[in-house]
């Protein structure tokens, strides 16, 4: 169940759950098209839409005896559910479940004819559906467990901590720098409505250092361009400070990972060892206990075989 390298079971095992992560992620990219949110909209469910709850029903059940299998099999329930793994199945699967009650209370009070309340009460349901099914993302994550790279990529982070507050420290101190100066450049002596503001001009800043812009909020005069131009320069060199020290950091973690798997993989290495302890072993006990070997024995015996010529 953990190791899909123990064997051909447990390679089986993780392309099956790798294949209902895939479906699940097209499920959830099938159901945010018009036509069926449409239908949930009026109320009515169509066969396409009854097919995607049962393929959901299905994924769900799957993960959900994937989870019990891993909590079974675990020694210590407690350390098991606070593994950040299993918390992000946890996350993934309950909001079916909670829907599910959801839907059924809803049914309910839309039955019970409830009046104004109930039209509340059922436009509230709604958006708690809404918000659970935004969570069915989380299992997109789930990936991390059959998925070297995005394992790295998460002892990356916890390792990197402070890297990565140092980063968000320099995006701040260049954002809170840039941004009232472009906004003084473009609004005071460009003359221009972009920058109507400075937290408007906060944005500005942050896309700008941090990507290529979008284009939307675009500095004319000429101070306005050289400020952009400081901006742009500040975000190259103040992003790459901190990126040199975490690229360093999932380098390590990649290859710590990736040993981990080799060693669990291929156990012929231990195998070989326990051989080679029970054949010194052997040998030990084949000599007699003052400590002669038999080879002084072994070297009589041909004259012995010879006998009289």
């Known amino acids: 169940v953990d190791n899909p390298h123990s064997g051909p079971a447990g390679k089986l095992f993780a ?7 895939a479906v699940t992620a097209v499920g959830l990219c099938l159901s945010t098209m018009p036509d069926i949110r449409a239908e949930e909209e009026r109320g009515e469910c169509s066969t396409k839409c009854r097919n995607l709850f049962v393929l959901e029903t299905v994924c769900v059940a ?9 909590s079974l099999q675990a020694e210590s329930k407690c350390a098991f559910l606070r593994t950040p793994l299993n918390i992000i199945d946890i996350l993934a699967i309950l909001p079916f479940y909670v829907s599910l009650l959801v839907g059924l209370a809803a049914g309910g009070a839309a039955r019970a004819g409830a009046g104004a ?12 559906l809404r ?21 790295s990529l998460g002892l990356t982070v916890r390792r990197c901590a402070r ?9 701040c101190v260049a954002m809170a720098l840039f941004a009232p100066l472009v906004h003084l450049a473009e609004r005071e002596l460009g003359a221009r409505r972009d920058f109507s503001s400075v ?3 906060y944005w500005w800043a942050v896309i700008s250092m941090t990507t290529v812009g979008y ?18 320069l500040s975000g190259i060199l103040l992003m790459a400070f901190p990126v040199t020290s975490i690229f360093h950091t ?21 195998l070989r060892e326990d051989s080679t302890r029970s054949a010194t072993a052997t040998e030990d006990s084949s000599q007699d206990p003052d400590g002669a070997s038999p080879a002084g024995d072994s070297a009589d015996r041909p004259w012995a075989r010879a006998g009289p010529a």
């Open 15 to 21: 392309c099956v759950s790798v294949a209902f992560v």
């Open 62 to 70: 799957w993960f959900s005896f994937e989870f019990l299998l891993r």
């Open 117 to 128: 309340g109930g039209n509340k009460l059922l436009e509230r349901a709604g958006l708690v």
């Open 131 to 151: 918000l659970l099914r935004a969570l069915r993302v989380l299992y997109v994550m789930r990936l991390a467990r059959h998925s070297l790279g995005l394992r």
């Open 163 to 171: 890297e990565f507050g140092l980063l968000l420290l320099f995006l």
């Open 199 to 201: 937290p408007a001009s």
């Open 215 to 232: 284009g939307d909020m675009v500095p004319r005069s000429l101070p306005g361009q050289v400020v952009a131009l400081s901006s742009i």
């Open 250 to 270: 999932f380098s390590r973690s990649y290859s710590e990972l990736k040993e981990q798997q080799q060693r669990a993989a291929s156990p012929e290495p231990a």
